[in-house]
């Protein structure tokens, strides 16, 4: 069947670097997205890829390997305001989204 | 305005009254959705509208019932609803539904329904 695990919940402190894992199985892969969505407010686009490796964008990252079906999002000089849940999702053969539950990242100062 | 918008962003029903969520998109995007949102699960797809007409149906109750009149709006019609329908029901459009560009969704914020 089609799976996507991510951690429950993680807390992290302000200026540190924090790493959220993504393992999936789907039917076909058409690319790997990540989104944050802040408590009581829509979930927003991070970042896409489909192609191994890292993608950067500015304080974030996103990594893909295909091969290991294996993603992380990288946070790096952590806010306040990063405190929010992170929504790992796959794109399979049919162009359908496959949700992970998300991970609750929690900032400590 | 600009992005997703849904309103009401609160509703609290009885199971038996009738109420409709609505969603309306500034983007000009052809692809519209009403997903499910409930604590510490993963998103469950409900209906895609792809160019106004219903392309997903995912097994969802008939106590649900969206309308799409046109690309820009969105409705979820709901009637006797039951306590575990409770849940945050987003809306999102996207480019078009699959094979185009990267398929980013854009969200509206959600209503958050309570059935009692």
């Known amino acids: 069947g089609q799976n996507i695990d991510q951690p429950t919940e993680m807390t992290a402190t302000e200026g540190a670097i924090v790493q959220i894992n993504c393992t999936y199985q789907t039917s076909g892969f058409n690319g790997l997205f990540w989104y944050q969505q802040h408590a009581g407010e829509a979930p927003t686009f991070l970042s896409y890829?489909?192609l191994d490796g890292l993608e950067e964008k500015g304080r974030f990252s996103s990594f893909l390997s295909r091969s290991k079906g294996y993603s992380y999002l990288l946070l790096k000089e952590l806010q306040m305001k990063d405190s929010a849940s992170y929504l790992c999702a796959t794109m399979d053969s049919n162009y359908q989204l496959i949700w992970g539950a998300g991970t609750k990242l929690i900032i400590k100062p | 305005e600009t992005g997703v918008t849904q309103t009401p962003r609160h509703l609290v029903m009885g199971m038996t009254n009738k109420k409709s969520l609505k969603c309306e998109q500034h983007l000009g995007h052809n692809a519209m959705y009403w997903y499910k949102q409930s604590a510490k699960k993963p998103l469950e797809l409900m209906f895609v509208y792809n160019f106004k007409e219903q392309t997903e149906n995912n097994s969802v109750p008939s106590r649900f019932s969206p309308e799409c009149p046109n690309s820009s709006h969105l409705f979820l019609h709901l009637h006797t609803l039951q306590p575990e329908d409770s849940a945050l029901y987003l809306c999102?459009?996207?480019?078009?539904?699959?094979?185009?560009?990267?398929?980013?969704?854009?969200f509206g914020e959600g209503s958050r329904l309570t059935v009692l």
């Open positions: 890829n489909v």
């Open positions: 999102a459009s996207s480019q078009d539904r699959g094979g185009q560009g990267t398929g980013e969704l854009f």
